[in-house]
């Protein structure tokens, strides 16, 4: 079965970065595009960023752009946020999800991925 399991989570301060990573098995990797989204108390999850299969095509949530960079490495079967300039508002559960079919770029939409990780906590301290 497919498990996604993420790493990288933790205590940091505002200003500071921190670097996520989610690491999958039980499906042909490079064949999915990947995702993340992040879900802080009290609120709805909330999508962060996405990858295509390739890595080709990202997209990002306004809130985050040109401050995270999504990336992936097929070879480790691997998908990275790295999280710069972090702010007290960027505190949540992370969590990593894999896209349920096959598809040309990224979807934002959760619905659209099947496969979700447990979460990282990510805490930014004012």
């Known amino acids: 079965q497919v498990q996604l399991v993420e790493s990288g989570g933790g205590l940091v301060q505002a200003g500071g970065s921190l670097r996520l990573s989610c690491a999958a098995s039980?499906?042909?990797?490079?064949?999915?595009?990947m995702g993340w989204f992040r879900q802080a108390p009290g609120k709805e999850r909330e999508f962060v960023a996405a990858?295509?299969?390739?890595?080709?095509?990202?997209s990002y949530a306004d809130s985050v752009k040109g401050r995270f960079t999504i990336s992936r490495d097929n070879a480790k079967n691997t998908v990275y946020l790295q999280m710069n300039s972090l702010k007290p508002e960027d505190t949540a559960v992370y969590y990593c999800?894999?896209?349920?079919?096959?598809?040309?770029?990224?979807?934002?939409?959760?619905?659209?991925?099947?496969?979700w990780g447990q979460g990282t906590q990510v805490t930014v301290s004012s």
């Open positions: 999800a894999q896209d349920e079919k096959v598809r040309v770029g990224v979807s934002i939409a959760s619905d659209e991925y099947g496969y």
């Open positions: 039980g499906r042909t990797f490079s064949s999915y595009a």
């Open positions: 990858i295509s299969r390739s890595g080709g095509s990202t």
